[in-house]
Every structure is written in structure tokens, then in C-alpha cells.
């Protein structure tokens, strides 16, 4: 596990935005692992700057993303199909069609997370896996439990989730209590995993993080387990 200490957000967000930029470069058709929330949009903004000044083309891109509320509707402004669509796919060269998001609106959960395993399966590994971390240890909707589920699944939101969502809703009545998301055991396969972690509200997460413990009980210390993590955080998250 590798830590890249930045001063601040937008130095964050570049050092991220740069090791898909290589990856690109390197593999023109890269699966990449994407995710959504406040942190990576910064990654994204240079990403599509980047692409209109011909450094990055994503024509032959495929991406997977972590996770998507449920139920909800493509085309609505809080689900991540529209947020990726907003922050990133509207704006660079790559084929919609060849851009994955959970069916938020499956009539059959179950069966539309055994689907959505297999095209990874069909279509992987994910090169490199963008990851945030919730201020409980959460990754993907993978929250804190005594078990964890290793493939893709449906799950139900915890409270604290379920509040710190709420800020993008009108109302927290209105925020989706369940999720389709990857499972650990699904994230663990990415070939290389990039998390990035921002503001002094991560401190405490991120210590858990670096020291030696694994535990179900903080989803993201099963990071340890993988062969190539590299953490790019801020000062303030790093410092507290």
C-alpha cells in the first residue's frame, strides 16, 4: 500500500487524474473502475479537460461503475448514471454504450447484480479501480458488518449513509434506503485500486487504514489484502 501526501484538494485531484491518464496511454482500451460522491469530481474535471486538449482518448475505454442507488431512475438528477453522464461521460469521446452502471430500476435485483458480475467477468478485470472511503469505512455501499458480501449484491443503506446522502436531496425521506453495489471480493480483483481521500472528517478512517488491523468491521482495510493500493490524500485527511 502506497500514500501520495498532497497540500490540498486540487493537487489530489490532479496526481489521481494522472495514473488514469497512464493507464490510458499505456492500454488505449482500459476497463476502468469508476465511482461517484464529492471527491473524484475534481479527478473528472481534469480528465475532460485533458481529453479536449487531446493528452487522453477514451474511444476505446470500457467503465464499470461501483455502485447505484435502488431503486431510481436513470435520468434522475440524484441517480449515478446521471452523475457520471453530468461529471465525465457527456463531456469526453467514449462510447455510452461501453460505459456500465447497475440498473437502479432491475425488477429483479438479484438477478440484475448476477448480471452485472458476470460483464465484469466477460469484460475484466478492471485495470484500475477509482475508490473513495465513507467516514465509517465504507466502500461502494459495502458498510460495516460483522460479514461482508463478496460479489456484486443488493444492500440497505446504514443511517449515517443514508444522512450523508441526504445533503443531495431535498428531503432525507427522499434518499433510496437500499443500493446495487460491487462486493469486496469484486473490487479485490481490479488489477490496481486508486483511493482517494480528502478533508480532516477522513482523519480517523484513514489512520484505521494504515495501521495493521483488517476488520470487517472498517470495509476498506481489506484493502491490505491487495497487491498494488495507492492512497492519494490531502493534507488536511492525513493531519486531521
Known amino acids: ?10 493537487e489530489l485531484s490532479e496526481k489521481g487524474a494522472q495514473f488514469f491518464e ?10 476502468l473502475g469508476l465511482a ?3 471527491t473524484p469530481v475534481g479527478l473528472y474535471k481534469n480528465l475532460i479537460k485533458w481529453n479536449k486538449e487531446g493528452r ?15 431503486p431510481i431512475a436513470p435520468d434522475n438528477d440524484q441517480s449515478y448514471r446521471y452523475f457520471m453522464n453530468e461529471n465525465l461521460f457527456d463531456h469526453i469521446n467514449i ?5 456500465y452502471v447497475p440498473d437502479g430500476l432491475a425488477k429483479d435485483p438479484d438477478a440484475e447484480c ?13 485495470d484500475i479501480q477509482l475508490l473513495g472511503i465513507g467516514r465509517n469505512g465504507h466502500i461502494g455501499f459495502n458498510e460495516p458488518d460483522t460479514t461482508l458480501n463478496a460479489v456484486t449484491h443488493i444492500t440497505s443503506l446504514t443511517e449515517s449513509t443514508i444522512e450523508a446522502n441526504a445533503r443531495f436531496f431535498d428531503n432525507i425521506t427522499d434518499v433510496p434506503t437500499k443500493a446495487l453495489t460491487m462486493g469486496m471480493g469484486t473490487i479485490l480483483k481490479s488489477k490496481k485500486i486508486l483511493m482517494l481521500v480528502s478533508g480532516k472528517e477522513k482523519h480517523e478512517v484513514l489512520c484505521e487504514l494504515l495501521n495493521d488491523d483488517i ?5 476498506a482495510t481489506l484493502l491490505k489484502v491487495h497487491p498494488d493500493v495507492v492512497i492519494i490524500c490531502d493534507k488536511a485527511a492525513y493531519e486531521g
Not at 497512464?22 to 476497463?31: A, M, R, Y
Not at 487522453?56 to 435502488?70: A, Q
Not at 462510447?95 to 460505459?99: G, L, N, S
Request: aromatic share 10%.
Open 22 to 31: 497512464s493507464q490510458i496511454t499505456l492500454k488505449p482500451d482500459s476497463v
Open 215 to 219: 476488520s470487517t468491521s472498517n470495509p
Open 56 to 70: 487522453i482518448d477514451f474511444s476505446n475505454v470500457t467503465s464499470f461503475n461501483l455502485d447505484e442507488y435502488y
Open 95 to 99: 462510447d455510452k454504450t461501453k460505459t
Open 36 to 38: 461517484t460522491g464529492g
Open 1 to 10: 500500500m502506497r500514500i501520495i501526501i498532497c497540500e490540498n484538494y486540487e
Open 114 to 126: 448476477a448480471r452485472y458480475e458476470e460483464l465484469l467477468a466477460q469484460k475484466g478485470p478492471v
